[in-house]
């Protein structure tokens, strides 16, 4: 079983939308998928249990019901994290993945949040010698922006690779009321949103995006 974790320390940044959109989009690929919600709001949990039956399950798995363990047979754990995170539960979360993703908005505020995150987080163990590999994204963007320039050329100043850039859609928002991703949304209202995270999921699926952690 590979374990996905979508981090970072500050609120609102779209982690729950990240984290339920990448276990749709694995769903949709033929994997069994659970998402572990840990964040105290339980938005995730609220997805899960919003999610039609016509549509490839998810299983939902909260931390209010203890450690949050994947059934047998499961192929990814997605784990959405709250905010906050810091110290011995962001390490034991590290420890526990081989994929860390960290969206990021294009806000001064939120620029300087992740660079200090970022910074503490290069710093773990794990990270440092690679049992987790790190993907950067760009999320909620509107492309032409000055601020959009700025934060593309913070992303790619790590060196962890800027994986993708997802943007500012109302798709999100209508899809996350109804227990769905862009993945699950015809081609025809959500073509531009399955571009870029093919962009996402490329870098998933391949090798770099693995630690030796798993």
């Given amino acids: 079983m590979r374990t996905i974790s979508v981090l970072n320390a500050k609120g609102g940044c779209g982690k729950s939308t990240l984290a339920t959109g990448l276990a749709a989009a694995l769903a949709w690929e033929g994997y069994q998928v659970a998402l572990g919600d840990l964040d105290p709001q339980k938005s995730s949990s609220d997805w899960v249990a919003a999610r039609p039956e016509e549509y490839p399950p998810v299983t939902g798995l909260s931390a209010d019901d203890g450690p949050v363990r994947a059934p047998a047979g499961t192929d990814f754990l997605i784990l959405d994290t709250p ?98 991703s862009p993945s699950d949304l015809p081609a025809w209202r959500a073509w531009p949103d399955w571009e870029e995270w093919e962009e996402l999921m490329s870098w998933v699926r391949s090798r770099r995006s693995v630690g030796k952690g798993g």
Avoid at 106 to 117: E, K, M, N
Avoid at 129 to 146: F, Q, S
């Fill in 83 to 180: 905010a906050g995170l810091s110290g011995s539960e962001l390490g034991q979360v590290v420890r526990r993945s081989g994929t860390l993703i960290i969206p990021v908005l294009p806000s001064y505020v939120d620029i300087r949040a992740a660079h200090r995150f970022l910074g503490h987080l290069f710093e773990l163990k794990a990270v440092a010698e690679g049992h987790a590999k790190v993907g950067l994204v760009a999320n909620r963007v509107k492309p032409h922006t000055i601020v959009y320039r700025e934060l593309t050329g913070f992303l790619e100043s790590f060196r962890a690779p800027f994986v993708a850039h997802l943007r500012d859609s109302m798709n999100y928002v209508r899809a996350f009321n109804r227990g769905l």
